[in-house]
């Protein structure tokens, strides 16, 4: 199979000004590490509603939102928290190849600067993905 270069797909999971924003930051723990429940802890700690936890895995998850001053039913004063103790973990794009039969291969930089690949391969009836986490 040959791949080639496909150099028009847009590819970058978030801005190249928040990937080096988030970078720069000190290290904080990247809250899609979290489950729900961990999540509830957090909010019930400082003093939030659990409901809290729910919201929060919708705008990660259903809206896809890596701002947190994109969460618009959260209180600044929440928001504010929120930077300080979290990050939104990303994924940049750094090469996707493709092939004839619409395989498509991507390379990507994790936050701590390592890369993982993945490969993404159509059939008829379903897509396969294959990760590789050696990082």
Not at 82 to 97: A, Y
């Amino acid at each position: 199979m040959v791949l080639t270069l496909i150099s028009s797909f847009p590819c970058a999971v978030t801005s190249s000004d928040m990937w080096q924003n988030r970078h720069m930051a000190a290290r904080k723990e990247d809250i899609c590490n979290l489950s729900l429940d961990e999540l509830r802890e957090v909010f019930t700690e400082w003093g939030e509603p659990p409901y809290r936890a729910g919201q929060m895995f919708r705008w990660l998850y259903q809206k896809n939102v890596h701002d947190f001053t994109q969460m618009t039913d959260f209180p600044r004063t929440l928001i504010v928290e929120l930077e300080k103790r979290f990050v939104i973990g990303s994924m940049r794009c750094l090469k996707i190849l493709s092939a004839k039969d619409g395989t498509k291969k991507f390379l990507w930089q994790l936050e701590d600067k390592h890369s993982i690949e993945t490969v993404l391969i159509p059939e008829k009836s379903r897509r396969t993905l294959c990760l590789s986490t050696q990082v």
